[in-house]
């Protein structure tokens, strides 16, 4: 099992530069409680591997800054067999990554052109210090890594969940 450490940024929009590599996402939960057990399905548009299509299951445990996580790659034709079975909604983002200063940050639009459509940022690290002494390269930015409102799941789970 892996730790996961993160910061998440609450932004405007994309950045002014140029991406690395641009992805298209479209996931769902299994379960959104605690671990959470998400699937994707990740399309890499641009970048070295263009063209490339991944399908994983994420489980993750509770946390802010670090929490535990282990990743699965699962067939298509499981990831759809989900889908079906537990009538699961999707959601979509759109991602951009980009290299700045040693650091790989993603930039997501989620579930663009909707009503509920916003923007963030995560940040991966090594250690908790350097996470914790990271400083946001892109302008304005609000660090939402510490509030459960801003976590993807509870994001699908207001906006999609059947029992909402």
């Given at each position: ?32 409680g605690t ?44 990831y ?37 459509d ?5 940040v ?37 969940a059947v029992?909402?």
């Amino acid at each position: 099992m892996a730790l996961e450490i993160e910061r998440k940024f609450l932004v405007d929009g994309f950045p002014d530069a140029k991406p690395d590599t641009e992805i298209s996402v479209e996931g769902s939960y299994v379960v959104s409680g605690t671990p959470e057990v998400r699937i994707r399905r990740m399309e890499i548009l641009t970048g070295d591997w263009e063209g490339k299509v991944d399908y994983l299951m994420t489980i993750k445990g509770d946390g802010g800054l670090a929490r535990a996580e282990v990743n699965h790659y699962i067939s298509e034709k499981t990831y759809h067999e989900l889908l079906d079975s537990f009538h699961l909604p999707t959601y979509h983002k759109y991602y951009r990554i980009y290299h700045v200063n040693g650091h790989e940050i993603e930039v997501c639009h989620c579930d663009g052109g909707l009503n509920e459509d916003f923007y963030y940022a995560e940040v991966e690290f090594d250690n908790e210090d350097d996470a914790k002494a990271y400083v946001w390269p892109f302008g304005e930015a609000k660090d939402v890594t510490n509030n459960p409102y801003f976590k993807m799941k509870n994001f699908w789970r207001r906006t999609y969940a059947v029992d909402k």
